[in-house]
């Protein structure tokens, strides 16, 4: 599902694409690009084939209503505020609560969706920042150059015990654990949302993309990818890769290229 198209609009050109990989019959993933409000999300359904098609669908409709109504109200002027006291900062974070609750509250009151939940990584642009807000395991990646940076932290349970020294990343890669989530939106009524405020350049490239296409393709590939060849093709092609190596869950990735000022 998605809102939005692919365009050049105030400096950011932009290219989605979802794919329901080799393995699955249900496409769970849900993204969103717009370009006319700067936001763009991706999010991966948990809860089975009803629950996570209808909460990922959810928040990005959440999220794209909430920052539709609420970025006009936004003072762009404000150009001397510090970054992380920006009202942008709490644009996306609060959407994301806002989805959290309302993914939750279904959820109780229709069986078939209990315990339904979704990953949340999003990026709005605002005053030439990025105001990345994230939950889950789904990522957000900066490439600037040659060099790429994992802007989100992974919320899993394997990356808890990696970060508190109790497993390597090379045992993390081979734990049975390593799929199980320590932090979505919508299982529970309130969730807690990183976020994180990015000084963009010209010619930065963003990669937002589910598990699907990160655990089969690596930082260096992606930079490869989205470096070797016309950029709107990128997308296409990551997702085609991770077919090629199996395609064992849903694809999805939006790449984000800064033409200018945001």
């Given amino acids: 599902m998605s809102y939005g198209a692919e365009d050049l609009a105030k400096g950011i050109l932009s290219y989605g694409l979802t794919d329901v990989g080799k393995k699955r019959s249900h496409n769970e993933d849900a993204y969103l690009v717009d370009d006319e409000y700067r936001v763009y999300v991706v999010a991966d359904g948990m809860g089975g084939h009803a629950g996570g098609e209808v909460a990922s669908s959810l928040a990005v409709k959440t999220i794209f209503e909430d920052v539709k109504r609420r970025r006009a109200a936004l003072v762009e002027e404000e150009r001397q505020t510090p970054p992380n006291e920006h009202p942008a900062m709490r ?94 939106v919508g299982f529970e009524a309130d969730v807690d949302v990183d976020a994180r405020v990015i000084e963009v350049r010209e010619g930065d490239i963003y990669v937002l993309a589910s598990d699907g296409l990160t655990n089969l393709i690596s930082q260096e590939e992606i930079v490869k990818v989205v470096h070797d060849g016309f950029l709107r093709e990128a997308s296409r092609r990551l997702v085609q890769l991770a077919n090629q190596r199996g395609g064992d869950d849903n694809i999805t990735v939006i790449v984000l290229y800064v033409n200018g000022h945001a």
Avoid: N
């Fill in 91 to 184: 644009l996306l974070q609060e959407a994301v609560k806002h989805a959290c609750s309302t993914i939750y509250h279904i959820g109780q009151h229709e069986p078939e969706l209990h315990g339904m939940g979704t990953t949340v990584t999003g990026i709005t642009f605002v005053d030439d920042y990025a105001f990345l807000a994230h939950v889950g395991d789904s990522r957000a990646y900066l490439i600037r150059g040659d060099k790429i940076e994992q802007l989100s932290v992974d919320h899993t349970w394997v990356h808890e015990q990696v970060r508190a020294g109790l497993i390597d990343e090379a045992q993390a890669k081979k734990s049975p654990l390593r799929h199980y989530i320590a932090r979505s």
